[in-house]
């Protein structure tokens, strides 16, 4: 297709544009369209540049707007296009065709979400924990690089226990948060999201989550073999807190230095701060003091390999 230049008119006709979300095919409501030659939403109140590329604009509104529930939708080929009328420029030259039949996304990009890599970990216990990976851009850039950032750990309730190392990311905005461009940009940092394994703890006895010591101890271990690993870059002394999410209020997470913690954590009543020596990982325990544990001192375990290291 040709380049669309921003004078180029556009319209869109009802029903064009449909989504299948849940089994249910509705029309989405468009509420902009213009040209730009990457694929990416402009933001600007007179959007566009010439390109190759059509930006299509969905109101959030709709009912089936959403892009999931607990876990993520499956949205590959959920939406449909038809293009009804040929594209025209203002002097009528033809850009793009009309065409009869409708096409379907193959592809979902998902901002901020899509730049975390994906991995996993198995610990010495042999529990293995899923997770995702922001890695700050000036690493990314150079792995080489002696700049050291901190390490965000995100914790989560238990709706976010599942098998796709995805919902951790798409169900709240901790991690995504840490991530953002602009959060980046004042405060580079790593981020880092593991997962539960399900059963989820509302699914019964075998359901767990960030208050079971075999989870604990593993992500523990992940911790510490994470800043081992990548010692010559993180900053142990400026870690940010592994913080809960209030769906998961009997746990606390701390760093022994206060200056460390980032986003508060909730010590819930009664709690001490664990006995800790080092400043290598963080320490997760349960509300009761009696029950604190220990950091490993080893370094046993699998990872898988997550690109860049």
């Known amino acids: 297709m040709r380049g669309i230049t921003r004078r180029t008119v556009l319209t869109v006709t009802a029903g064009a544009v449909k989504a299948t979300v849940g089994k249910q095919t509705a029309a989405r409501t468009v509420t902009r369209v ?46 449909s296009v038809r293009q009804v009328a040929d594209v025209r420029t203002p002097g009528g030259e033809l850009v793009l065709k009309a065409d009869p039949f409708a096409s379907r996304n193959n ?100 359901g767990t989550d960030w208050t079971d010591a075999k989870v604990q101890a593993a992500l523990i271990e992940l911790i510490d073999t994470f800043v081992s690993e990548h010692s010559r870059n993180v900053d142990t002394g400026s870690t940010s807190s592994a913080c809960p999410q209030a769906g998961v209020a009997s746990t606390a997470c701390w760093r022994s230095d206060p200056r460390c913690s980032r986003l508060p954590c909730p010590r819930p009543a009664g709690a001490t701060r664990p006995p800790w020596r080092g400043s290598r990982t963080f320490r997760c325990g349960p509300t009761t003091p009696s029950a604190t544990r220990s950091s490993p001192t080893g370094r046993v375990g699998s990872a898988t390999p997550v690109p860049g290291h």
């Open 107 to 206: 592809e979902i990009i998902t901002p901020v979400v899509d730049e975390f890599a994906a991995g996993s970990f198995t610990d010495s216990a042999g529990l293995e924990l899923d997770f995702r990976l922001y890695r700050p851009e000036g690493f990314v850039r150079n792995p080489q690089t002696r700049t050291r950032y901190p390490l965000v750990v995100t914790l989560y309730g238990g709706g976010e226990v599942a098998d796709n190392n995805m919902t951790q990311l798409t169900s709240n905005r901790i991690a995504v948060t840490f991530a953002k461009p602009e959060r980046q940009r004042r405060d580079p940092a790593f981020v880092l999201s593991p997962q539960i394994p399900l059963p989820r703890p509302m699914d019964g006895p075998d």
């Open 34 to 79: 213009y040209p730009n030659a990457v694929a990416e939403v402009d933001d600007r109140s007179d959007p566009g540049r010439p390109g190759d590329r059509l930006i299509v604009e969905l109101d959030p509104n709709d009912s089936n707007a959403r892009a999931a529930g607990t876990d993520p939708l499956p949205l590959d080929r959920a939406y």
